[in-house]
């Protein structure tokens, strides 16, 4: 599930494979998958989750502008969980709330990259990067109905601080105790600099038992250069009692290295073994 292209003028799309991953149907039309016949869309990998009945995806579209992280509007789509997901009839979007400038004292740059989330209460949530260039990072909270079509957010209670969040971070909830756990970019004390949203050194495990007050536990991936050097676009799954984590790295190679600390050149596995007996450690972050 995503797009057919990057950023601008891409289709919002599903595709389904039946022989684990070897072929994939083509979405030609509203009966294949592609889901909405206009353009553009926008999303990363990000949590697909199922609550009551339903599947539940974030993603954004691009109508807010022509420039990066202002054109973001976000929104959730959803489908009965036992439908054809190949149908788009079967889906159902909420409406898309788009950036506003005014929001964090007008240095709100924009939003992107949601985590659909079950919130404490039972209640669908969409947990967004944002775009805010500065310690302590934040994240915004979206409120989804229960049906799925409506999308609210209050720029007073719903930003929160969440070390890491001007860059992607993927959130789930613990399968034993629904505590809520993330790996995030996090900026370590010694890196403090204007380019927040190009620090990516550190990897941070985090956790959360409420969704709006997070804990930074441990670094799990760390180098101490930020400008060649990054371990970002973390995905993850729990695995027992371990997690297992797939990196977007920048790091030495004997060929010179990544270009950049975004323009990676490696694909790392890793795995934090018995990851819930960190949870009363804590790192220091910046902004904390």
């Known amino acids: 599930m995503g797009t057919t292209a990057g950023h601008r003028h891409g289709h919002c799309t599903i595709r389904r494979s039946t022989d684990g991953g070897r072929t994939w149907t083509e979405p030609k039309d509203e009966r294949s998958g592609l889901l909405f016949p206009d353009i553009s869309y926008h999303t990363a990998p990000t949590p697909v989750i199922v609550h009551q009945g339903r599947l539940w995806r974030a993603m954004e579209d691009e109508k807010g502008g022509e420039k990066w992280g202002l054109m973001f509007r976000a929104f959730m789509l959803s489908a009965p969980e036992d439908a054809d997901l190949l149908q788009a009839s079967n889906w159902t979007a909420s409406n898309a709330i788009p950036r506003n400038e005014t929001w964090l004292g007008g240095r709100f740059g924009g939003w992107l990259e949601g985590n659909a989330v079950v919130d404490p209460q039972g209640r669908i949530v969409n947990v967004l990067r944002v775009d805010f260039r500065d310690v302590p990072e934040k994240a915004a909270i979206v409120r989804v109905s229960a049906d799925g079509r409506t999308a609210t957010f209050d720029p007073e209670r ?92 920048a790091c030495d190679d004997g060929l010179g290295g990544a270009d950049n600390q975004h323009n990676s050149n490696y694909l790392t596995f890793h795995r934090v073994e018995n990851f819930r007996r960190h949870v009363r450690e804590r790192v220091a972050v910046a902004g904390q």
């Not at 403090?192 to 997070?214: C, F, H, K, Y």
């Not at 441990?218 to 371990?231: A, E, L, M, S, W």
């Open 158 to 249: 719903d930003f929160i601080d969440f070390p890491g969040g001007c860059k992607k971070f993927v959130i789930r909830p613990d399968p034993k105790d629904g505590r809520y756990w993330t790996i995030a970019n996090a900026v370590l004390p010694q890196h403090v600099g204007p380019e927040v949203g190009r620090i990516r050194n550190a990897a941070v495990l985090m956790s959360s038992t409420d969704l709006r007050t997070w804990t930074p536990h441990r670094t799990i991936i760390y180098h101490p250069d930020v400008k060649n050097h990054g371990f970002q676009y973390v995905d993850w799954l729990f695995e027992g009692d371990d997690l297992i984590v797939v990196s977007r790295t």
